[in-house]
Every structure is written in structure tokens, then in C-alpha cells.
């Protein structure tokens, strides 16, 4: 004769479903933004004669705008972007040449998801640091993986990964990110060894991923920069295939501020 079936005992996600306040549920689900609306929301939905499913859309908005800024925020650090910088705070009446439609252009990101790159030219003082930085944080805004290094930082620390036999860790790092920034390329010359590593940079992340770069270098002067004519122009000739290429001429606004 079978034995009669045991009760059914609650388990821990059971307690947790029926003894929830909707506030409690809204944070064990990681809403807290929704969850801290809550009351006030409510109130103002019953205020306005609003339906419950008016009141779960408003909620779910808000939170949803909540998760986009804290992950943007949290890109924002990863990214190691310095200075944080925006289009809106750039003269793009001081340079005595520049393309604003093309640094528009850029601005709409549809460099990033073709994989292609962003090369600022001109001398030291002209923007060109800036404007790759607020591209980079638009990006971050975006959703997109993004992380600024200095060139020399960059090479340095190839370099030291070199060094310890963690090379191929470290250029998978730098592969990685959707858009990588490199600024000041231009300003400090490598020798073959550095040459040859940040040469690897570039062909992992060609036509695999988005590059912007700032150098106060003609590609034509590369050769000086790397003393390496063929690294230098293999480099040049990835960052020019399909790239947005934003020439600026004019003088130092630091110098002018300096004088001032």
C-alpha cells in the first residue's frame, strides 16, 4: 500500500515570494532605484487617477534611466579617461583650420562598430586631446568598452609585460576594448623594441576594432618618431585605411594663456 505523500514544505524562495513587501521584492531584484520610488510614485499615480500599469511604466523608466547613467558612470571609470572633456565646451572657432564636419562625424561613433579608426593631427595646444576625449566619453555613454592610455604609458607597459613573459596577456588587454584611445603618440620617439610592440597594438586591434589616436606628427615624420621606416608605416597605413583623419592647424592656446 504506497505511503501517503508528504506536505509540501515551503522552501526559502517560497518565504522570501509571499513575505516580500513590494519594495523589498523590487530590491532583491537589484531595482533599488524603482524600489526607493516606490511610495512616492504610488502616491502620485493615485493622485492622478493613474493606472497600475501607468505606475509600472513610470517605475521601470526611471529605473531603467538609473542603470543606464550608473553604468555609464562605472565605463567612465574603467575607461581612465583624462580630462574628462565634452564637444560643447570646445572653440571650434579658435584652430585656424579645422574640419567640424568631420569631427561631427566622428562624434556619431560610426567608426566604432565599423571597426576603423580616428586620428587627430596638429601641433601641441589645438584641441586635439580634447576632442578625442569627449568622443571617448560619448562612447562610454554609449555602452561601448573604452580606455584612454598615453603612448608612452602604452609602450612602458608592453615593455614591462615583456619583461615578466606576460606579453600576450597584456596585448590581449589592449585589444580588447571597443574604442582605445591613445593620446600624445608623436611626442616622445621609441626605440625598435617599442616600435615593434605598439606595431602589435595596432595590427591586433585592425579591422577588429576601433583606434583613436592624437599626434602632433605628420605620417610622412613617423619614420623619425619610430626609428623604424617599416613599423612606422605599417602603423600609418592601418590607421589611415578607412579612418576619419581631422587635421588642426593654429597656434598653442596654452601659449596664449601662458602670454596672458
Excluded at 218 to 225: I, P, Q, R, Y
Aim: hydrophobic share 45%; aromatic share 6%; proline share 4%.
Amino acid at each position: 500500500m504506497p505511503s501517503p505523500a508528504e506536505p509540501s514544505r515551503p522552501t526559502p524562495s517560497t518565504d522570501l515570494a509571499t513575505t516580500l513587501s513590494l519594495s523589498e521584492v523590487l530590491s532583491t531584484l537589484g531595482l533599488d532605484h524603482a524600489a526607493a520610488q516606490l511610495e512616492t510614485a504610488t502616491q502620485k499615480a493615485i493622485a492622478r487617477q493613474a493606472s497600475p500599469t501607468a505606475l509600472l511604466d513610470q517605475l521601470m523608466r526611471e529605473q531603467l534611466r538609473a542603470t543606464v547613467e550608473a553604468r555609464a558612470r562605472a565605463a567612465l571609470k574603467r575607461s581612465a579617461i583624462f580630462p574628462l572633456t565634452t564637444l560643447d565646451t570646445y572653440d571650434f572657432d579658435y584652430p585656424k583650420t579645422i574640419d567640424r564636419d568631420l569631427v561631427l562625424k566622428a562624434a556619431s561613433l560610426a567608426f566604432i562598430p565599423e571597426k576603423t579608426s580616428c586620428v587627430f593631427v596638429g601641433p601641441s595646444g589645438v584641441g586635439k586631446t580634447h576632442l578625442a576625449n569627449a568622443i571617448g566619453q560619448l562612447a562610454c555613454l554609449r555602452g561601448y568598452r573604452v580606455r584612454f592610455v598615453l603612448a608612452a604609458d602604452l609602450v612602458n607597459d608592453l615593455v614591462a609585460a615583456q619583461a615578466r613573459n606576460a606579453l600576450h596577456r597584456r596585448l590581449a588587454t589592449w585589444a580588447t576594448p571597443e574604442l582605445l584611445l591613445i593620446d600624445e603618440l608623436g611626442y616622445l620617439s621609441f626605440d625598435a623594441r617599442g616600435a615593434d610592440l605598439l606595431y602589435q597594438v595596432f595590427n591586433r586591434r585592425y579591422q577588429r576594432a576601433a583606434t583613436s589616436v592624437t599626434t602632433n606628427l605628420a605620417f610622412k615624420d613617423w619614420g623619425k618618431l619610430f626609428h623604424n621606416q617599416a613599423a612606422a608605416a605599417a602603423i600609418a597605413d592601418r590607421l589611415v585605411h578607412k579612418g576619419l583623419i581631422i587635421r588642426i592647424a593654429g597656434k598653442s592656446r596654452r601659449s596664449d594663456q601662458e602670454v596672458e
